[in-house]
């Protein structure tokens, strides 16, 4: 990939190779997969859950890196809430909102805002963003964005509702048991490591609040394996699952 921002903004771990798919997240996937497809009609998605944690930064990363890879000469913005938030407040003082409007508009091949629903008691931001996502939509532009549920992210407008509703909207449900089973030993595969199913299955059947917490306990695991070598795996996994964050 030639687009040396771009890499400098996403995890190179966040891929289709790496997304462990299943029931919760299948349609979320295909839809994801098809819209970087030069043959797709699709040119926008708005890919969202109820709560943090399940998946859909790893997607829209993802959709980023194809996107990129396939299209090395165009230009692929993959911006977070925060950073996109700091453009706005830069332009507000430099008096050049129309100008990154325009570029939003009309430069960028491919525009991706993750974690949407940050922007949800910004009004004047809301407002300022609803006419780059029209307009891109309008004109056939790529344009993915990620967060929460348009529905329920509280204190949306209703125009920009209305709008993220006009696209196509995938949703990711929390992970059955198996899928969660198949990500940790998606991880061990990666990794290079080896737990009985015994300990594995007690992360996948505890764990169920995320997929983000669900990795988080793997890789803590594997660190305190190291550390402490005469504690089998699942007394150290029973011990991390009385921890608040893990209930």
Not at 76 to 104: H, M, W
Not at 210 to 230: F, H, P, T
Request: with cysteine; charged share 30%.
């Amino acid at each position: 990939m030639k687009n040396k921002n771009l890499q400098k903004s996403l995890n190179k771990h966040l891929t289709f190779g790496t997304f462990v798919v299943g029931k919760a997240n299948e349609s979320a996937f295909k839809l994801a997969k098809r819209i970087t497809s030069c043959r797709s009609k699709d040119k926008a998605i708005y890919i969202c859950n109820k709560e943090p944690g399940l998946g859909v930064t790893h997607l829209i990363q993802a959709i980023a890196w194809k996107i990129g890879k396939k299209h090395p000469r165009q230009k692929v913005i993959y911006i977070n809430a925060d950073e996109f938030l700091t453009q706005f407040v830069r332009s507000l003082k430099n008096d050049t909102t129309a100008e990154l409007r325009k570029y939003y508009e009309n430069n960028v091949y491919c525009f991706i805002l993750d974690d949407f629903s940050r922007f949800n008691k910004m009004a004047c931001l809301q407002d300022y963003l609803r006419p780059i996502i029209e307009k891109r939509i309008k004109h056939g532009k790529l344009t993915i964005i990620g967060g929460y549920i348009p529905k329920n992210i509280k204190l949306l407008h209703k125009n920009l509702l209305d709008t993220i509703n006009g696209i196509i909207v995938a949703e990711i449900h929390p992970p059955g048991f198996d899928l969660r089973l198949a990500i940790l030993r998606k991880i061990q595969e990666r990794e290079g490591t080896s737990f009985d199913d015994k300990t594995l299955k007690l992360f996948a059947r505890h764990i169920k609040k995320s997929v983000r917490l669900l990795e988080g306990a793997m890789y803590r695991l594997m660190v305190s394996s190291k550390v402490i070598r005469d504690i089998p795996s699942d007394k150290i996994a029973r011990d991390m699952l009385t921890e608040k964050c893990y209930k």
